[in-house]
């Protein structure tokens, strides 16, 4: 369905999204990491790969980053809602500002793979150019609808469907397995 590099980035755009925005998760509040624990959330967040920017990642980049994770959860949350314009604004909204632009590299003998930014970019605009083109593949595919935010109570964590129906509804099996005891309990003490 998706490109397997797009996948990876898809999956990183919600780890930083569920890593750096506060809201709720899993049935309990959740704040994002701060001062010090926030730049291992980060590098904890994004995966290390063979061709990954160098990362120093200080007070100025994880900002960045934080900025940019919101930004991305609008993507998300407009695509519940159904509001693709606002989702496809964001996008490229998301887009100029991380200056994302396609570009083939490699490392070492590897074959060259495409990149969505520049040699020299941080770590923090870098990652975010890629999510951001990433969430516009999906957005511009026709696989907006993979995009989605947990319907359980207490819930906004945010995932890619990939499931082969799309129909996935929760972020996590935690969130699914709460949501079907509460429905139970609901149905037993409705007198059923
Ligand atoms: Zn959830």
Redesign the pocket.
């Given at each position: 369905m998706f490109d397997s590099h797009v996948a990876v980035l898809l999956d990183q755009a919600v780890s930083l999204v569920n890593t750096l925005t506060d809201g709720?998760?899993?049935?309990r509040p959740y704040s994002a990491p701060r001062g010090a624990e926030l730049a291992d959330a980060i590098d904890a967040a994004v995966p290390r790969t063979a061709a990954s920017l160098p990362r120093a990642i200080d007070a100025e980049q994880a900002a960045y980053l934080t900025g940019a994770a919101q930004r991305m959860r609008d993507v998300f949350q407009a695509m519940q809602d159904g509001r693709e314009d606002a989702a496809a604004e964001t996008v490229n909204a998301l887009l100029r500002d991380t200056a994302a632009r396609p570009r083939l590299d490699r490392v070492g003998a590897e074959p060259w793979q495409m990149h969505f930014h520049g040699p020299d970019d941080s770590f923090a605009a870098g990652s975010s150019a890629s999510c951001a083109t990433a969430l516009a593949l999906a957005v511009g595919g026709g696989l907006a609808g993979r995009l989605g935010v947990?319907?359980?109570e207490?819930?906004?964590?945010v995932?890619v469907d990939t499931s082969r129906n799309a129909a996935r509804q929760?972020?996590?099996t935690?969130?699914?397995n709460?949501t079907k005891a509460a429905a139970f309990r609901a149905r037993k003490e409705g007198g059923g």
């Open positions: 709720q998760a899993r049935g947990c319907r359980a207490r819930c906004d964590r995932y929760f972020c996590s935690a969130c699914q709460r």
